[in-house]
């Protein structure tokens, strides 16, 4: 029978932590290409959803809190969005995407363009908070406004 001093085993035990919490911070440094441009173009369809669910109810009875629940939900989903174009997660990461490569070769008025629709988005959830379906529809214009713009310059058509 071999004995193992107490010694062995703990320096043992340590370097399998050490390697454990080494792999761990590893595998959760970057994700995918694949799955930034999934998380996305998952995000743009709650912007969408919310945008219909503001448009009915302005077509409609102007529930105010559907309208303010929908208006903060592309607020919270467009703040979200302005880090889910990293370099490397565009049309060359060989994942269908309508992003363009406008994004990363023109930044700053890419950026400009997320800034200003969070901003417009902030001024909807207040709108909306009112509850003044007048207020919520100049709103809704105005953004929808600031989402065209982005989309004519960084958004491929389908």
Same mark, same amino acid.
């Given at each position: 029978? =071999? ?8 320096? =043992?035990?340590?370097? !399998?932590?050490?390697? $454990? ?14 799955? /930034? ?11 969408? !959803?919310?945008?219909?669910? $503001?448009?009915?109810?302005?077509? !409609? ?6 309208? $303010? ?6 607020? *919270?989903?467009?703040? *979200? @969005? ?17 992003? $363009? *490569?406008?994004?990363? /070769?023109?930044?700053?008025? +890419? ?5 200003? +629709? ?12 009112? !509850?003044?379906? @007048? ?10 406004? /600031? ?8 958004? *491929?058509?389908?």
């Amino acid at each position: 029978m =071999i004995r193992t001093k107490p010694f062995t085993l703990a320096a =043992i035990g340590a370097f !399998g932590f050490a390697a $454990l919490v080494a792999s761990g911070t590893l595998a959760t440094a970057a994700p995918s290409a694949s799955a /930034t441009i999934s998380a996305r173009q998952a995000n743009f369809k709650k912007i969408g !959803g919310a945008m219909k669910t $503001l448009k009915d109810e302005l077509g !409609g009875s102007a529930d105010k809190v559907k309208m $303010l629940t929908a208006a903060k939900t592309i607020a *919270a989903v467009g703040r *979200a @969005q302005v880090k889910l174009f990293p370099a490397g997660t565009g049309p060359s990461a060989g994942v269908k995407t309508d992003a $363009l *490569a406008a994004i990363w /070769t023109d930044r700053a008025t +890419f950026d400009g363009h997320m800034t200003k +629709f969070i901003a417009e988005a902030d001024k909807l959830v207040a709108a909306a908070g009112q !509850g003044n379906a @007048q207020a919520v529809g100049a709103q809704f214009k105005a953004m929808g406004a /600031t989402c065209g713009a982005c989309h004519r310059q960084f958004r *491929a058509d389908d």
